[in-house]
């Protein structure tokens, strides 16, 4: 049998490459092929990176879907299902949307595969394909990465690698909270650190992509001292509390910890509480936590969302200081998401504020355009505020104001600027960015 994963774009701009930030492996796909039988013969093709080829003979095509490549997957599997392939969709938007999903694919994958990938090959090759695979929570212990699908393909230089699954808090808008249940999971270390040491050679520096690395502190900080002796440098993504446990952060710096994304989200008190985000504000604050961070030179990527109920105009200009003052390494400035299946979603739908329902299918959005009716500001006041707070953030005054609090560890100085110059040239590129293939002229086929 042969078997073609194909990881889908946002979208395609006419006459336009695809934004280079956006071009990372696809984790995902190799988590699926290394639970594959080698009996079955794969083939990937990437979207955002190459054509893909709809007539190359295959007995089934595998598709992730997230929120945003939600209209572009459904593109593709039209087009594979036109020529008699069936198609199987799994992913995060599959678990949020699974009634959606099942329009346009023969079969979908809901939660996490690893307990359930085996069913579905064995009944894709007796011809016995069911309409629904429920996933199963599994201990990690089955999670193999095999990323020989990727050979030749040019991503980002960055290794990803996943240690740990999920996160218990409950923030309003986030997904992760939803697709888990506000359940965490760690992967053994043993078989991380193999992963690891695989790869070590030919990465300058791996990106933990773990929802929150943070998620247990007291299980993390075991595997520490040997991720220490492989002598790697890495970034992750934790929650805040963790920047307080000053013990905590002298390991991941002695373990080769170089930066962590943090979501900062609001410095409004009450659009925290609102958010169910209000530990963010815990023991002194943001400042403690960033002196923290900054005592054990560990940068920072910090993110902020606008929109919510208590921003104003001026919400932008003061996260800007904040950020700027604070010397954070890079920094995001987004409008908030309602992400289907999550309470922020359900309560604006109750509260009649969505602008476009379906969102990620509506042939009238397009990428960055607030989908939603924020309380105090329009919905444009909200885009622009998002582009200039990136403009001030991005400029070469404030760049260089940031690199001189960025300046002690060398890698992370060196790659300061090409970094900041690479989010500079992308300040507004993504603005008015289609969702799916603006060029595609079919008609998505659904399942009769
Ligand atoms: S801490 Fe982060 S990952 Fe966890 S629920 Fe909140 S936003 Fe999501």
Known sequence: MRLTFVHPAIGHRLGESYLRSWQMEPLPIAALKGLTPDTVETRFYDDRLEKIPYDEPTDAVVISVETYTAKRAYQIASEYRRRGVPVVMGGFHVTLMPQEASRYADAIMVGEAEGKWLELIDDLQHHTLKPFYQGIQTDLSGVKVDRSLFKGKRYLPIGLVETGRGCRFPCEFCAIQTFYQRSYRRRDPDQVLKELTKQKRS??????VDDNFAGNIHESRLWLPELAKLNIRWITQMSINAAHDESFLKELAESGCKGVLIGFESLNEENLKLMNKRFNTMKGGFSQALANLRK????????????????TEDSFSQAVTFAEREGMYIAAFNHMTPFPGTPLYKRLQQENRLRYEHWWLDDYYRYNEVPFYPTQLTPEQVTTGCVSARRDFYSWRSIFKRSWKNRNDFFMFRNFFPINALHRNEISSRNGYPLGDETWQGKLLEIQ
């Open 203 to 208: 990465k300058k520096i791996f990106f933990f």
């Open 296 to 311: 054990y030179g560990i940068a920072v990527y910090g993110t902020f969302v606008f929109g919510y109920d208590h921003d």
